[in-house]
Structure formats: structure tokens, C-alpha cells
């Protein structure tokens, strides 16, 4: 029997502001265990929310990317469980008026284009933080209060890849909007997944799970790929197993295992928040927030390819990351040419860190110190073997490409009269490698290259020397 796996996603993104969702703690990443926290945020009695105008205002830019509807008019309700990372026993978040509904993202698969429904867009507070370690556990509530968005897509997934492009896809559309840096690996973007499994053609869903938290792409194909084949076991040997539940994902094992039973609505006893006047969304408001969007990746796409001439797979690859993006920006508004500045970008730049579990919006680079890089090999004072090793040096140290190139001798060699010294002595010095040629093999000729450019220890311009290495070979 063929079987037909039904998922449907809710990704919580962390919103780029300075401050939280309700008062004025940071909102950035990587402090100290509770030192962002205030009264407010820590659910002390008597501290009442005040919210965040830019949060509303990423909220709306999301909105638009994601060609949802904006809601006219939102208000902020409480969900009620208790769990020791939520101070105050309840989570402000938007259940009766989201701030944005009925949306969709278009993807591409190796099957084709789809188009991914929403189902809407809402803004929450985060949760703390629990840290376990062996017999306690501790609680950091640096994180309680900041501003999130969840993006709750429609049951329309029907395989891990479809799955990974969306995620990719919006993880490119929310970092170019300056929503999020949707950095996965920080937990600044996570992933809920709901699946379940029905006969092929059959148009009734199944029992649904959830897997709470899912925060890498290679995590979550592994752990759609164990749980839709646990559902098929289960379908195929009449196992009365498949509950409807909430599922924990330990990828270093493998598995799933169950939280709990899955919850409803009626399960957090929703309410209004009190304390939170229902806030007013102008058509003025969202156009005010529409003229700020900076260009799309896919606008972006479109004119560098378009109009620059570069080629979709280099376009795909600096359109993929904002952080990419950005740098190409940095080093062509110096003035340098395109195709050269994608050259270094995708062969050298990327090169640099391999590092599992990177992604390409973790590469940081002094754009100014690859800018007077790349000038100098365009004024050709040094070659660009000489510039890869530099590149590196910028990359890891931070050097100063300038003073590192005079400080150590690293100027280009063009001096002719040298170059023609230097390719006498390595014909004379080779001349088993001469005949060769001479008989026909001149692929040699590339041996003798590189003799001749290690006794300029590899500072010589790589054309002036074959141009000469030819024209003596050509007399001979």
C-alpha cells in the first residue's frame, strides 16, 4: 500500500529589535545568565506590558513578504500553562486577531514550484531558557519577553525537501526584510513539525504529531524521515501506537519520544490580555513600513543577473545570504567589477570557514580590508595567488592588506628583463622538460610555469611570465 506523508509547520522567529516584546531589556543574544531581565519580564506583580511599536512594525514587514493580509485591527491574548522557563504562568501572544492572515510562499523543488498556504502570522513573547545539568536544572530568563513571531503554515508539505526549501525560503525572505537573522544554530529560528501519514488518494488526515523545537535543517529531514516511517509501521501492522502528541527529537540517537499528549486551544484557557489595549493598523502605517523594505533577494536576483551579468548559480549563491549579499554590495560600491567581486566572494571567500553547522551568514569580513585587497590585484601590484593567502590572513587576523603587502616584500615582480632571466635559467635547468615539449607535450609547459614562479616565490604576474616562457620555447 502507498502511503502519503501531510505536514504542516509553525516556525517561531526571533524579531531584530533592541528590546523585548513588553518592556525595554535588550533583546540581544549571548548575555550573561539573567542579566537582561527586569521586573516586568520576570513576572513580578504589578508590572504591567507596554508594546514594542518596532516589533508590530517587523511583524507587518513579515506580513507583507509573506503576501498575507494585515489585520486592521490586533489585540494580544494570554496563553495559560505553567513551566518554570514562563515567569508570569502565561504567554502574551495572539490568538483572536493575529497580525497577519491567509498567506503563502512560493517554492522550488527539483519536482517543481509549489506554493505553501499560511494560515497566519502572530506575534508572542519567548520563553526562558532551561539549562540542565545532571541532578537540577537552572533557569536563564534572558530570553523570557523577547519578541517573536510565529508562522503558522498550512498542511501543505508532502516531503523533507519540500520541507527545506521552505525553511531556506524564509529564512532568505526575513533576513533580506531585516525581520529576523533567522540564525538557526542561536535559536533564533525554530520549527514545530505536525505530520501524519494517510493511504495515498485519500483525502481524510491522520493521526498528527508534533515535534517541538527543531533547530537544523539536517535535524529536521532526520526526524521527518524516523517519524513518517514509525507511522507507516504503525498503519501497516494495525498498531494502535499513534496518538495524537507532542514528540521530542534527539538527533544524537536518532529518535522520538514522547513529551505528552498534544494539546487544543481549550487546553490554554485563551483570554483577551487585560492589560493590552487592542492596537489600530493603518493602510498609512503598513505603506510607511512597505517604503522601508530594502530590495528582495529575488529583485536582487533579477538585477544582478539581468543587469550585471552574472551567472543564476553565483546570483542563487550570494542571493542565498544576507550576509553575502551585503559584502557583494560593500566591495562593488568601491567600484570593483562584478564578476570579479562574485569570483572571490563564492571560490575564495567561502572557502575560509568550513566549519560544520556555519552557515554563510556566520562569515565575517572587513569589507573595506577585501576591498583594498581585491584593488590591489586589479592594479596588479600583487597577484592573486599572493591575494588568496592575504584574503586569508584578513579573514582570520584582521591584518591590513596594504601594510602587510609592504611590510613583506609581496609586491608583484613585472620587470621584464628579470622575468626573461628567470625563464633562461629554468629552460637551461630543465632541458629533458624542453625536449619534451618540443616533441609535442605541452601540457609541460605548465611544469615549467611553475619553476619559474617559485624563484619569484610567487610574486611574479603570472601573464607577463608565460607570455615570456612561450616566446623563448616558440624561438627554440
Known amino acids: 500500500m502507498k502511503y502519503e506523508v501531510v ?27 539573567n542579566e537582561n531581565v527586569c521586573p516586568a519580564c520576570a513576572g513580578m506583580p504589578g508590572m504591567l506590558p507596554n508594546a514594542n511599536k518596532r516589533a508590530i512594525e517587523l511583524g507587518i514587514a513579515a506580513g507583507i513578504i509573506t503576501n498575507s493580509r494585515i489585520t486592521p485591527t490586533i489585540s494580544f491574548d494570554k496563553k495559560n500553562y505553567f513551566y518554570p522557563d514562563l515567569p508570569t504562568g502565561y504567554q502574551i501572544t495572539q ?47 534572558n530570553r523570557a519577553g523577547v519578541p517573536l513571531i510565529e508562522i503558522v503554515s498550512k498542511p501543505d508539505f508532502r ?67 524516523y517519524e513518517s516511517q ?38 490554554y484557557r485563551y483570554f483577551p490580555d487585560p492589560d493590552i489595549l487592542p492596537i489600530d493598523i493603518s493602510d498609512e502605517w503598513i505603506a510607511a513600513v512597505k517604503s522601508t523594505l530594502p530590495e528582495s533577494a529575488g529583485d536582487k536576483f533579477a538585477r544582478i543577473t539581468g543587469q550585471l551579468g552574472i551567472s543564476e548559480y553565483d546570483a542563487g549563491i550570494i542571493t542565498a545570504s544576507r550576509k553575502l549579499s551585503d559584502i557583494f554590495d560593500k566591495l562593488t560600491q568601491k567600484g570593483l567589477p562584478p564578476k570579479d567581486v562574485v569570483s ?41 595567488n599572493t591575494a588568496k593567502k592575504i584574503l586569508s590572513l584578513i579573514y582570520n587576523q584582521n591584518i591590513d592588506p596594504i601594510d602587510y603587502v609592504a611590510q613583506n616584500n609581496l609586491g608583484m615582480v613585472s620587470d621584464t628583463g628579470l622575468l626573461e632571466g628567470i625563464v633562461s635559467e ?40 608565460r607570455m615570456i616562457l612561450m616566446e623563448a620555447l616558440g624561438r627554440l
Open 426 to 465: 629554468v629552460l637551461a635547468e630543465n632541458p629533458s622538460s624542453v625536449e619534451q615539449f618540443l616533441a609535442g607535450n605541452e601540457k609541460v609547459s605548465g611544469f615549467l610555469m611553475g619553476k619559474a614562479m617559485a624563484k619569484t616565490a610567487g610574486k611574479a604576474d603570472p601573464a607577463a611570465v
Open 344 to 384: 572571490w566572494i563564492v571560490t575564495e571567500l567561502l572557502s575560509m570557514d568550513t566549519q560544520e553547522n556555519k552557515s554563510n551568514d556566520d562569515i565575517d569580513i572587513d569589507c573595506d580590508k577585501f576591498a583594498d585587497l581585491l584593488l590591489l590585484v586589479e592594479r596588479k601590484e600583487i597577484n592573486r
Open 95 to 141: 490568538l483572536f486577531a493575529p497580525i497577519c492572515k491567509d498567506g503563502y510562499v512560493d517554492i522550488e523543488t527539483a519536482d517543481g514550484g509549489r506554493r505553501i498556504g499560511l494560515t497566519q502570522i502572530h506575534l508572542e513573547q519567548d520563553a526562558g531558557k532551561l539549562v540542565h545539568s545532571y541532578d537540577l536544572s537552572l533557569v536563564d530568563y
Open 230 to 267: 514509525r507511522h507507516i509501521d504503525a498503519l501497516e501492522t494495525g498498531s494502535e501506537i499513534l496518538i495524537q502528541e507532542t514528540r521530542r527529537w534527539d538527533d544524537n540517537k536518532g529518535v522520538s519520544y514522547s513529551m505528552r499528549d498534544k494539546e487544543e486551544a481549550a487546553d
Open 159 to 225: 516531503s523533507a525537501e519540500e520541507v527545506v526549501a521552505y525553511l531556506e525560503k524564509l529564512r532568505q525572505i526575513l533576513s533580506f526584510a531585516g525581520v529576523s537573522d533567522c540564525r538557526m544554530q542561536e535559536g533564533s529560528m525554530r520549527c514545530d513539525v505536525n505530520l501524519s501519514v494517510r493511504e495515498a488518494g485519500s483525502d481524510v488526515l491522520g493521526v498528527r504529531t508534533e515535534m517541538k523545537n527543531m533547530n537544523s535543517l539536517k535535524a529536521i529531514v532526520r526526524a521527518i524521515e
Open 7 to 33: 505536514m504542516g509547520l509553525e516556525v517561531h522567529t526571533e524579531l531584530a529589535t533592541k528590546s523585548k516584546l513588553f518592556c525595554s531589556c535588550s533583546a540581544e543574544f549571548g548575555g550573561q545568565a
